[in-house]
């Protein structure tokens, strides 16, 4: 009997919380649940999702930045049929394919001219994995530093530069040699650098966990400071890359020149993972320095046919609708269009971030009433002000968000890229009801506990 995807789909619809609880982990199903968040999504289109009983969701997460396509975008459907008809040999190994060399090339052009090596990767994590390992044998050194705040992968060498206690606890004694410094303090880095033996410092160009901008001079002034004391700069381009801020890296908004830049991510389409180490020749040829040390570092998928394909067809993609300059656009229109809100708004302190990578900020109101509100809300649970938000998008306005981090009232937009008017429109103006009803009284309150009960009982009966 044929293989039916059909039939797969039709027969178990419905069984996604179950099946999840049973054979891979019960927790991100209770709390999707206790939110009710647990929706049965059936397909996706653009800027949006559409679950089981046909509603439209804005999807403002785009799978943690992977879709800045969008979901279903026609020249990566079209570019992997054609992959798929052309039966292409796939991981032969002992070859060097064709395409891995193009997509490389073409990375490589869009960078700055010291990036002139490609290594492919699955995943942001795996990228950020190579990149220590390159510095390393690179500069013959131990130490890697990384920022408090800081978020590159959830693997043992990536968590190692995770500055979230919450990511780390529980899996014993991390990498070795890797220290903590604060985001964006230049006093605090140049310190750590005179102690010598630093290999590398692996920075995001805006934080992830939090959306954190640093001032706009700590970057040249932290390169300069890489180059005094001979480490690496790596920065992390998984999220902020591929034209999320309105340039196609986020780091060519303060002219440096980093080691290495990693990138994920965006680059896969939403199809195939795929993720890239960027490095100069020098760097690249200390870790392959003979034929013996040919395959010293490898990754049995990270060349695989439809992951190059669906890089290529990306960055195509991006040429042809202009991507990149339609973000900053885009992104400029959040910014105009939220500032009314902060003056309107008490609760809302600032909106951050570059391009499409925004965080609405929010803090303790003047009012008396409204702070009185805001701490009763906050003595149950640090930051919960921001989940009071992210949830009433979701049930009253079907718009996807997140808080952007734990134990911060920070919520996080990073909408796809081809994002435009109508859907800045209308998350404004969905935002504006909810922080009206948060300032109306105690209504919103209670409509987060009411979902948390509902979730919590139907959880209950499952």
Request: net charge neutral; proline share 3%.
């Amino acid at each position: 009997m044929a293989f039916e995807l059909s039939q797969i789909l039709d027969s178990r619809q419905g069984e996604n919380f179950r099946l999840h609880s049973k054979y891979l982990s019960p927790q991100l199903p209770r709390v999707l649940g206790t939110l009710g968040f647990d929706r049965f999504y059936v397909r996706g289109e653009g800027c949006y999702l559409y679950d089981a009983d046909g509603s439209r969701y804005l999807d403002l997460l785009s799978g943690f930045g992977v879709y800045a396509l969008g979901r279903s975008h026609p020249t990566i459907v079209g570019a992997l049929q054609q992959a798929l008809e052309a039966d292409l040999p796939n991981l032969v190994q002992l070859d060097c394919a064709l395409l891995p060399g193009v997509l490389a090339e073409q990375l490589v052009a869009r960078a700055h001219s010291g990036i002139e090596r490609v290594f492919f990767t699955n995943s942001g994590a795996e990228a950020i994995e190579s990149a220590i390992k390159f510095a390393r044998c690179h500069t013959k050194r131990e130490r890697i530093l990384y920022a408090d705040h800081a978020f590159h992968g959830l693997t043992t060498g990536a968590l190692s530069l995770n500055g979230g206690t919450e990511f780390r606890n529980g899996f014993g004694a991390l990498l070795p040699g890797t220290e903590m410094v604060p985001f964006g303090d230049l006093d605090a880095l140049a310190a750590q650098l005179r102690r010598g033996n630093v290999a590398a410092v692996v920075l995001e160009p805006i934080q992830g966990k939090g959306v954190n901008v640093a001032a706009d001079e700590f970057w040249p002034a932290a390169e300069e400071l890489c180059r005094k004391y001979g480490a690496l700069l790596v920065v992390d381009e998984v999220q902020t890359g591929l034209g999320r801020t309105g340039r196609f890296f986020c780091h060519e908004h303060w002219g440096i020149r980093p080691d290495i830049i990693t990138v994920s991510k965006a680059l896969s389409g939403g199809y195939i993972p795929v993720g890239a180490m960027l490095c100069s020749a020098k760097v690249s040829d200390s870790v392959y320095s003979s034929m013996d040390r040919a395959v010293v570092h490898s990754s049995t998928f990270s060349t695989n046919q439809l992951a190059m394909v669906a890089g290529l067809a990306t960055l195509h993609a991006f040429e042809e609708e202009d991507i990149v300059d339609r973000a900053r656009r885009t992104g400029e229109l959040f910014m105009k269009s939220l500032a009314p809100l902060i003056e309107r708004h008490e609760y809302l302190h600032a909106v951050r971030g570059k391009g499409l990578m925004i965080g609405l900020v929010f803090g303790e109101p003047r009012g008396r009433a409204a702070r009185l509100r805001w701490k009763t809300v906050e003595a149950m649970r640090n930051a919960l002000f921001s989940q009071l938000v992210v949830v009433p998008l979701f049930h009253r306005h079907r718009i996807i968000t997140q808080v952007a981090a734990d134990n911060m009232n920070v919520v996080k937009l990073l909408p796809p890229l081809i994002a435009g008017e109508e859907e800045v429109e209308y998350f404004v103006d969905a935002l504006d009801d909810v922080l009206t009803s948060a300032e109306k009284g105690s209504g919103l309150f209670f409509e987060f506990g009411k979902t948390v009960a509902k979730g919590s009982l139907h959880r209950n009966r499952s």
